[in-house]
């Protein structure tokens, strides 16, 4: 596990619970009064593939709308938003679901697995988290059920779970976002 090395009042946040649990809507929040009045941006990782996507982005878009944030695409090699940013603001990453899933099938137009991906998206991560004043992280939980996937399904999930057991690990706080509850399972007392 990799390590964050991190001085001041810094703080990492990372956020996970089910689809359409509200998750995005409470990180926009915290990010939001994380940031006291100073620049925070929405990291977009969704490249979107179809009206389905497109209508999630513009629901998101809608969402956020007067809250301050400025938005940064950047659907992989997520360190490099910091070309674009202020490493002194809050940053909101939604989501490391869609990063991974970019960063698995790099070319759209072969849709081959790189199952390198999950170890580009881990350093990206904890580059990202080294450098920023403050961060909250969204992910979806997707690899609690019982059923067998096909193989690359599998690698994705996998490759999601380690992110996940990664950000927690460096997290000051990590919270579960179930059907509207907000539940700390670590640094309740750090928000």
């Given at each position: 596990r990799g390590q964050v090395h991190r001085g001041g009042k810094q703080v990492i946040v990372f956020i996970t619970g089910g689809a359409k649990n509200g998750k995005s809507s409470y990180a926009q929040d915290l990010a939001v009064k994380l940031a006291s009045g100073g620049k925070h941006y929405y990291l977009a990782t969704m490249i979107p593939c179809d009206e389905e996507d497109n209508d999630r982005i513009r629901h998101h878009i809608a969402d956020r709308a007067g809250l301050g944030f400025?938005?940064?695409?950047?659907?992989?090699?997520?360190?490099?938003?910091?070309?674009?940013?202020?490493?002194?603001?809050?940053?909101?990453?939604?989501?490391?679901?869609?990063?991974?899933?970019?960063?698995?099938?790099?070319?759209?137009?072969?849709?081959?697995?790189?199952?390198?991906?999950?170890?580009?998206?881990?350093?990206?991560?904890?580059?990202?988290?080294?450098?920023?004043?403050?961060?909250?992280?969204?992910?979806?939980?997707?690899?609690?059920?019982?059923?067998?996937?096909?193989?690359?399904?599998?690698?994705?999930?996998?490759?999601?779970?380690?992110?996940?057991?990664?950000?927690?690990?460096?997290a000051d706080a990590v919270i579960e976002v179930s059907a509207g509850s907000h539940i700390f399972h670590k640094g309740e007392g750090k928000l």
């Amino acid at each position: 596990r990799g390590q964050v090395h991190r001085g001041g009042k810094q703080v990492i946040v990372f956020i996970t619970g089910g689809a359409k649990n509200g998750k995005s809507s409470y990180a926009q929040d915290l990010a939001v009064k994380l940031a006291s009045g100073g620049k925070h941006y929405y990291l977009a990782t969704m490249i979107p593939c179809d009206e389905e996507d497109n209508d999630r982005i513009r629901h998101h878009i809608a969402d956020r709308a007067g809250l301050g944030f400025e938005t940064v695409e950047q659907g992989r090699d997520i360190a490099r938003c910091l070309e674009r940013a202020d490493r002194e603001g809050t940053f909101l990453l939604d989501s490391v679901t869609a990063l991974l899933l970019n960063e698995l099938y790099p070319d759209p137009t072969t849709w081959k697995l790189d199952a390198d991906a999950p170890d580009r998206c881990q350093k990206g991560l904890e580059t990202l988290c080294n450098q920023v004043q403050n961060i909250v992280l969204v992910s979806d939980y997707i690899y609690s059920d019982a059923a067998k996937y096909d193989e690359e399904t599998e690698v994705y999930r996998r490759g999601l779970a380690r992110l996940d057991r990664f950000l927690a690990g460096i997290a000051d706080a990590v919270i579960e976002v179930s059907a509207g509850s907000h539940i700390f399972h670590k640094g309740e007392g750090k928000l």
